[in-house]
Each structure stands twice: as structure tokens, then as C-alpha cells.
């Protein structure tokens, strides 16, 4: 049961979103905004507490909402939490997304997209949630399966779709190019992305990435350009 003092404040919650609102309000659960509130406010507190630290009280406090209107656009922690790597996913994509231009060598494109999907994937905030859902894996197997379930778009499939441009136009020959985006990403994190997850080291630093994207792309275009055996 809350406490009075707690009755009070989450009065005062409320209050303060509803004249926030003012004239213009949303449905319920339908403003882009609050959720986006509330979302930063989850992944601050996911960044400093491991996912069964992390409260919705916590949450509450950190994103400034009161827990009515938390659960109106959330019904759990593990809904939160879905939710924030699907947005991360969505910005990670859209960024590389537009490095794959059609109209740029295909050096330069590979490379672009190569150091900033690896930027991304051995960020702290990714390997974080990466450790957070292996940590509850055998407990919560419904997390792990929408956390690496493939999803409409995603790196692969990004990479893939400008491969068979690619490959249409005559630059590259490949005959898988669902396999050869899986080696092309793979090849970039050689090393580093493990490193990171398993504390191996704290970051990667620029040189190693450039080392590492640049070596991808000779052992790639070796292997699929228009010249190769």
C-alpha cells in the first residue's frame, strides 16, 4: 500500500502532466513525446542498475511520469526495456542506411558502413543490454528471442539489399549475398565485439577499427570483386 507522502506525489505527477497537456492531448498512450520521456528516463536507469536492480518506481522517478502514465504506454519492465533496443535498432539502421550510397565507390561505402555499425554494436550501451539479456536468458527466453530475433531490417538485411544492387550492376559477383553481408559484418568486428562483452577491454579505440573495417573490406572485395578468381 503507498504511503501518503507517496499518494501525494504521485497526485502531483499527474497534476503536472495533465496541465502539460493543456488543450492538445493525445489517447491515451498515443503521445510520441511522453514516450520518448519515458524512455530516456528507462535508459538511464538500465545504464546505472543490471535489469533486475532497475525498478519502475526507479523508472518513474527518472523519467519524471507518474506510474499511472508509465503503464499506460508500458505494461512491464521487459516491455520497457523491448522497447528500447527496437529504437536503438531503428536509429542504428536509418544511420547506415544512408552510408550505403549507391553513387560513392563501393570502398568507400563498405567502409563507412562497416566502422559505424561496429561503433554501434561495441558502444557500452549496446554491449550492456547485450550482457543484461544473457544474463536473464534462462529466465526470460521471451527477451532473448525478440533481442536477437532478426527483425524486418537490420544490419544484415540493409547490407545485403545494397550487395545485390551491387551485384546487379556488375561490380561485385556473388552468388549468396545474405552470406556474404553475415562475412562482410563479421569481419569488421573480428575481435572487438567479444572483447568488448565478455570485459576483455574497456573500449575500442579508432586505429583498431580502422585496422579492422579496412582489412574487411580487402579480404571482401578479394574474395567477391569483379576481378576476384
Known sequence: MMSSKSERQE???QEQ???RAGGGRRPAGADPVKREQILEGAKRVFMR???DAASMNDITREAGVSKGTLYVYFENKEDLFEALIARERSRIVS???QLLNDHDPIEVALHDFGVTLVTSITSDYTIR???TVLGVIDRMPRLAQRFFTATPENGYTVLKAY???QVA???LSIDD???AAKQFIELSMAGLFKGRLFGMCDAVSAEQLEKNVSSAIRVFLAAYGREAP
Do not use: P, V, Y
Open 129 to 131: 543490454a547485450m550482457r
Open 95 to 97: 544511420s547506415i542506411k
Open 49 to 51: 542498475s543490471n535489469f
Open 177 to 179: 549475398t545474405e552470406l
Open 169 to 171: 550492376t556488375g561490380t
Open 17 to 19: 502532466e495533465q496541465q
Open 163 to 165: 550487395l545485390d544492387r
Open 11 to 13: 497526485r502531483h505527477l
